[in-house]
């Protein structure tokens, strides 16, 4: 991959790019990622497809914008704007996570540039407020709030590992984790936390935090990130084949997708996953048992549906 930036418009958009090895696919990344986000994957995408994996806006090496431009119609129109001046050509698109509400933006307005379409995990319906303060993706937009209004002088990412509670998961652990990770912050500015003792997934986690525009995170909190868009009337709209990604392990572990508080434990719940297969047209559904980063925590069954979807749009990728 080659790491490259393009101005369009005024506005910067940084992406790796890899060899004309097949159709173009795009990568968006989820909030809080950034492009290297896909590396995992992307040693066996780049054998088969033209990659453009991009920064979203607010994030890694791309622009900054306002507050108020942060909505999904804007960020996904920079994205089509990148499509149009860069790719050129009609591409698969697979985004994780709200790059995958990004993704189906472009599906649903811009049909001349998506040929097919991955959905991995979105949080459809579940991302939109007030039901997304009872939601675990809304720990991130809540305290990115609270960042910018304390003011603090230390960086958002050590102000997430002080304030959320991610390593809770390590049950009586969680607490040294924490002071290890900052102290660990403290002593290397400006790098994303490595914490060796811990799985790898922990690690990519936090790659993207320390490029991470807080501002964006405040368009989710107050809902600002809907103005324009509509999520059933978009997936009502896709015109491209399309497959959803929806995982499921804690319905798995527990029968149920929300925890002993109400919270929702999962991008969607069953329901939710159900109206969103109801409202596209041409869909394929895969279910995996896993967490929120499919194509990290189970790469091949990620590639595996790309693979398919690209062979159902008549661009197959393999080599």
């Not at 159709?23 to 054998?47: F, I, T």
């Not at 319905?251 to 069953?270: H, P, Q, S």
């Not at 990290?296 to 590639?303: D, G, I, P, S, T």
Request: hydrophobic share 40%.
């Amino acid at each position: 991959m080659a790491e490259r930036r393009v101005e369009i418009d005024g506005f910067v958009t940084n992406y790796g790019e890899g060899p004309d090895n097949g159709p173009p696919l795009v990568l968006v990344h989820g909030q809080g990622s950034q492009w290297e986000d896909h590396a995992k994957v992307l040693p066996e995408l780049v054998q088969r497809y033209h990659v453009y994996a991009v920064d979203v806006a607010g994030h890694g090496q791309s622009g900054r914008l306002g507050a108020q431009d942060y909505t999904n119609a804007n960020v996904g129109a920079l994205i089509a704007a990148f499509l149009d001046a860069v790719v050129g050509e009609p591409a698969i698109v697979s985004g994780h996570s709200s790059g995958a509400l990004l993704a189906l933006w472009l599906a649903a307005n811009r049909p001349d540039l998506v040929r097919g379409l991955l959905l991995e995990d979105p949080p459809l319906f579940s991302s939109i407020p007030p039901r997304a303060e009872r939601t675990t993706g809304g720990t991130l937009p809540r305290l990115a709030v609270e960042y910018l209004r304390a003011e603090p002088a230390e960086s958002f990412q050590r102000y997430y590992v002080e304030h959320s509670e991610y390593f809770a998961f390590f049950g009586p652990l969680a607490r040294g984790i924490v002071r290890y990770s900052l102290r660990w912050i403290d002593n290397n500015p400006g790098r994303p936390l490595r914490i060796f003792f811990l799985p790898w997934l922990v690690n990519v986690y936090f790659e993207g935090f320390v490029n991470y525009d807080p501002v964006f995170g405040t368009a989710f909190d107050s809902g600002r990130w809907y103005d324009g868009f509509d999520t059933a009337a978009a997936l009502a709209a896709v015109e491209a084949p399309t497959t959803l990604i929806h995982t499921n392990w804690w319905f798995k572990r527990k029968g149920t997708y929300y925890d002993e508080r109400g919270v929702l434990m999962a991008a969607m719940d069953g329901e939710d996953k159900d109206r969103a297969m109801e409202l596209l047209r041409d869909r394929e559904l895969v279910e995996i048992a896993c967490g929120h980063l499919v194509h990290v925590e189970r790469a091949k069954e990620y590639l595996g549906a790309l693979d398919a979807l690209s062979v159902r749009v008549g661009a197959s990728g393999r080599s």
